[in-house]
């Protein structure tokens, strides 16, 4: 018998997972809030639902493998998943999904591994209503700026560019 994954998101990088599953034979369920999302576009198999936990217990209960397109699945919708001890079926496991929940937890976990990553400055050490502040940070990085939203940031979603200032 096949294996039955669900891949917890239907965004773009669901669609990309559920295209190479495709070639792998593989047989895959997105799991969606809406019919309009990518990955519920190209005639996946699908489960459209407003995400509870209640609703996230039966996809684990009914797939042998869940996986996740993205780091925003909340501890409460898991809840009655690990109470059920379903939590294992996940993969990358939920510990792996946590570190890097958000995008200060993952220049972290880059910097922590030796990976290379661009500068940052954490934003909470900043007062961004003050633009002395902001100067003094924007002085720091000869090519400008970019603030991202910690979480919820994607594809110029919560992400804002400020070039440098030409210097005379």
Known sequence: MDKRVAILGAGQLAKYLAFAAKKLKISVTVIATS???????????????????ELFLKVFQEHDLVTFENEWISDRLLQRVREKGLLEKMFPHYECMNEVRTKWDQKKFFSKQKYPTTKAVLGSSVD?????????????????????????????????????QEQS
């Open 35 to 53: 019919e309009l999302e990518p990955a519920c576009l190209d005639g996946n198999r699908r489960m459209v639902f407003p995400w509870t936990p």
């Open 128 to 164: 961004f209503l003050k633009i002395e502040s902001f100067k003094n940070i924007n002085d720091q990085f000869s090519n400008g700026v970019v603030l991202k939203e910690s979480e919820l940031a994607y594809d110029g979603k919560g992400v804002f560019v400020f070039k440098a």
